[in-house]
């Protein structure tokens, strides 16, 4: 046996000091086939307050979001000033006809063919197209959510017969349905809504549904149903808010659709004719569009400007609150 056998020269036999262990020994790397741990998405439960600032600067980087931010916050104060401005009545005639925008300090956007104040009809518009589109969105949030939830949640024959309950609605056109749905009863902002929430639902529905159905088998919701967690809790406590970003997108346009929607149905004459609507003055106006384009030109303005922005609003959510673009950046 050699002196330089291992046996030999353990230091335990030779009586020598163990050498001293370094005090931070490195942690060994993990082998290459277990790959690298993939980051949370951004709406996993536990990091919403991190990836919540995160996606809030990035909505506020985006230049096209905060135009239409800055958009939709004028029309929005437009809509509380306008009882301030103009207390009144918004349909009473209150100077002479054909007055254009400019020709009278009184009256800056000018007088349709009755003598109405067009300002004072599009302020007043613009609390009863953003009153519908939102009451609209939110029945249909409501509805929608609540079927896709419990279609997707529990699926089996619950989810089939949910589903072909969304089929039938989804095959018929939606405008014709809310024609018909607001011939059929008193015109009014209310029956619009609801018509309104009736056609756009089975989106939402499908778009839960399917957010759902994702996120059922995850680690999380496993570990709450081995807690003894109800149904309901693990529904609206587990699930549904790790699949809200693509409902809040989905939200913004489903504003601005209700309020073409409505805006479609006072042009012909469908809306409540008790309030001044942006697409009532434009049916007003068409006759006339030859000799006063202003009168469709404004209030077809006041819309292009809502609906672009809360679409620019909704472009920005979407980069916002993409898991991927937050992984990304």
């Avoid at 913004?252 to 309020?259: L, R």
């Avoid at 106006?285 to 202003?294: F, K, V």
């Amino acid at each position: 046996m050699s002196a330089t056998d291992p046996v030999l020269r353990d230091p335990a036999l030779l009586g020598e000091a163990a050498p001293a262990k370094a005090a931070n020994p490195r942690e060994p790397e993990p082998p290459s086939w277990l790959g690298k741990e993939e980051p949370l998405p951004a709406y996993v439960a536990g990091t919403g307050a991190t990836h919540g600032r995160r996606a809030l600067r990035i909505f506020l980087r985006n230049p096209n979001a905060l135009a239409g931010l800055i958009i939709l916050a004028l029309v929005v104060i437009a809509a509380g000033i306008a009882p301030l401005l103009y207390p009144g009545d918004p349909l009473a005639m209150v100077a002479k006809p054909f007055l254009w925008p400019g020709q009278d300090a009184a009256y800056p956007l000018g007088t349709d063919s009755m003598g109405r104040d067009v300002l004072a009809g599009i302020l007043h518009g613009t609390r009863i197209s953003l009153t519908v589109g939102i009451a609209a969105t939110l029945l249909g949030l409501v509805a929608g959510i609540s079927v896709g939830a419990v279609a997707g949640y529990y699926g089996g024959r619950v989810d089939d017969l949910l589903v072909r309950i969304i089929e039938i609605f989804q095959t018929l056109p939606n405008f014709v349905l809310v024609v018909v749905l607001v011939a059929i009863t008193q015109p009014t902002a209310a029956t619009i809504s609801i018509a309104i929430a009736i056609v756009t639902w089975p989106n939402v529905a499908r778009l839960v549904r399917a957010e759902f159905r994702s996120i059922r088998e995850k680690d999380y919701v496993m570990a709450a149903r081995s807690l003894g967690y109800g149904d309901a809790r693990i529904i609206f406590r587990e699930i549904l808010p790790n699949g809200l970003p693509p409902i809040i997108v989905t939200s913004s346009v489903m504003v601005a659709g209700a309020i073409l929607m409505e805006s479609a149905l006072s042009f012909m004459g469908l809306g409540d004719p008790n309030v001044v609507s942006w697409g009532s003055m434009i049916g007003a106006g068409r006759e006339l569009i030859r000799t006063a384009w202003y009168l469709t030109a404004l209030p077809g303005l006041a819309i292009v400007s809502t609906v672009l922005a809360l679409n620019m609003i909704g472009d920005g959510l979407n980069d916002a609150l993409n898991p991927r673009f937050l992984q990304d950046r």
